[in-house]
Nanobody, 117 residues
Framework: QVQVVESGGGLVHPGGSLRLSCATS????????MNWYRQTPGKQRELVAG???????NYADAAKGRFTISRDNAKNTVYLEMINLKPEDSAVYYC???????????WGQGTLVTVQG
């Protein structure tokens, strides 16, 4: 079973920054497409940003210009750098690892981000 572990969440003031990290177990991180999702109570989980195994990225409109996703295959880790955070960014952020073309997807337990003054 692949383990996916997020870290880096916390409480930050509006305008502040955070960097989330997500590490996976095993030795095949380089083949995963990696994604960050977020979810608030009563709402569906939404895609924030993704980075494919080839390195190309995509972002939700709300994340463009403020969030940057990157990966370090040597460390089995994907990052989400978030700047200029807003209260509406408050959510549990989940990391997802998937193998394209298969049903294999792995989720972490989530890390809480709270943006408030």
């Amino acid at each position: 079973q692949v383990q996916v572990v997020e870290s880096g969440g916390g409480l930050v003031h509006p305008g502040g920054s955070l960097r989330l990290s997500c590490a996976t177990s095993g030795s095949v991180f380089h083949i995963y497409d990696m994604n960050w999702y977020r979810q608030t109570p009563g709402k569906q989980r939404e895609l924030v940003a993704g980075i494919r195994r080839e390195g190309d990225t995509n972002y939700a409109d709300a994340a463009k210009g403020r969030f940057t996703i990157s990966r370090d295959n040597a460390k089995n880790t994907v990052y989400l750098e978030m700047i200029n955070l807003k209260p509406e960014d408050s959510a549990v952020y989940y990391c997802n690892a998937g193998i394209r073309g298969t049903e294999f997807q792995y989720w972490g337990q989530g890390t809480l981000v709270t943006v408030q003054g």
